[in-house]
């Protein structure tokens, strides 16, 4: 079955850096886009990054220039790259694959992960 297992959160200090990763398996990694999400306590869930089996990249303009998403789909793994992070980037992050990805760059998920935490203090 499928199964999206993320790692890497964990607690640091704004300005920090952290990276994510997401090992996929249980299904066609290259068919589907990937994307992380985050959710902040009393907040929706959000689309943070996404990219398709080419590489392209896109993301949110909040985090823009500060993380990376990238991919290694000989290890059919994901990866977000945090840089600079800030207060507000806390939340839990979700690993998701879809087969669907929108002509502005929205990967739809099919599938998600059980959430790895991020907290920034100041």
């Known amino acids: 079955q499928v199964q999206l297992v993320e790692s890497g959160g964990g607690s640091v200090l704004a300005g920090g850096s952290l990276r994510l990763s997401c090992a996929a398996s249980?299904?066609?990694?290259?068919?589907?886009?990937m994307a992380w999400f985050r959710q902040a306590p009393g907040k929706q869930r959000e689309g943070v990054a996404a990219?398709?089996?080419?590489?392209?990249?896109s993301y949110a303009s909040s985090v823009k220039g500060r993380f990376t998403i990238s991919q290694d789909n000989a290890k059919n793994t994901l990866y977000l790259q945090m840089n600079s992070l800030k207060p507000e980037d806390t939340a839990m992050y979700y690993c998701?694959?879809?087969?669907?990805?929108?002509?502005?760059?929205?990967?739809?998920?099919?599938?998600w992960g059980q959430g790895t935490q991020v907290t920034v203090s100041s």
């Open positions: 998701a694959a879809g087969l669907l990805r929108s002509s502005g760059g929205y990967c739809y998920p099919n599938y």
């Open positions: 249980g299904y066609t990694y290259s068919n589907y886009c």
């Open positions: 990219i398709d089996s080419d590489g392209s990249p």
